[in-house]
T-cell receptor, first 111, second 112 residues
Framework: DVKVTQSSRYLVKRTGEKVFLECVQD?????MFWYRQDPGLGLRLIYF???????EKGDIPEGYSVSREKKERFSLILESASTNQTSMYLC??????????FGPGTRLTVL | RKEVEQDPGPFNVPEGATVAFNCTYS??????FFWYRQDCRKEPKLLMS???SGNEDGRFTAQLNRASQYISLLIRDSKLSDSATYLC?????????????FGTGTKLQVIP
């Protein structure tokens, strides 16, 4: 079974803090994704990566950056957290048949 | 028009009922289709892929109608444990990176 893990299930941060969310997958997948999920808006793609050190912006990249130094690890960085970044953050990796496997999510609250 | 549209529900059905959800998509070049299930405050999990010929997995049947650009999910003999939000997912190609589009989900509540 594919396993995608995320570093934290719950995080509380203050406005202006730098926040790191980490994601690790164990299936040697090339493609990894970061989404945020908000009520009524569904899943929105922030960034994705198709290889080590390669990244592409998704639909809502503003206020975020990413890092992929190793194939199995994809990190999302909030440079200066703001209250409108309070959300559920979901990492996923993509399998050979284009299906996505999600991590358990990180529920981030920015105060 | 949204790229992928689902009726948000909620669909409240009694145990044992049959329920069907539809999901319409706007990009006629879409080629990969999936249904995911998401429990409250959990991550989405792949329920099943949707193939052109339709496919069945136990009580679940998924179908694709390319002419009308929608996919459907049929659940027979509903169980309480089927209560969840069902997301449809559409991608334009079958290889390489493509923009994956998620519907906002249809909520199902199975009632005893």
């Amino acid at each position: 079974d594919v396993k995608v893990t995320q570093s934290s299930r719950y995080l509380v941060k203050r406005t202006g803090e730098k926040v790191f969310l980490e994601c690790v997958q164990d299936m040697d997948h090339e493609n990894m994704f970061w989404y945020r999920q908000d009520p009524g808006l569904g899943l929105r793609l922030i960034y994705f990566s198709y290889d080590v050190k390669m990244k592409e912006k998704g639909d809502i990249p503003e206020g975020y950056s990413v890092s992929r130094e190793k194939k199995e690890r994809f990190s999302l960085i909030l440079e200066s957290a703001s209250t409108n970044q309070t959300s559920m953050y979901l990492c996923a990796s993509r399998g050979e048949e284009n299906e996505q496997f999600f991590g358990p999510g990180t529920r981030l609250t920015v105060l | 028009r949204k790229e992928v549209e689902q009726d948000p529900g909620p669909f409240n059905v009694p145990e044992g009922a049959t329920v069907a959800f539809n999901c319409t998509y706007s990009n006629s070049a879409s080629q990969s289709f999936f249904w995911y299930r998401q429990d409250c405050r959990k991550e989405p999990k792949l329920l099943m892929s949707v193939y052109s010929s339709g496919n069945e997995d136990g009580r679940f049947t998924a179908q694709l109608n390319r002419a009308s650009q929608y996919i459907s999910l049929l659940i027979r003999d509903s169980k309480l444990s089927d209560s969840a939000t069902y997301l449809c997912v559409v991608t334009p190609y079958s290889g390489g990176y493509q923009k994956v589009t998620f519907g906002t989900g249809t909520k199902l509540q199975v009632i005893p």
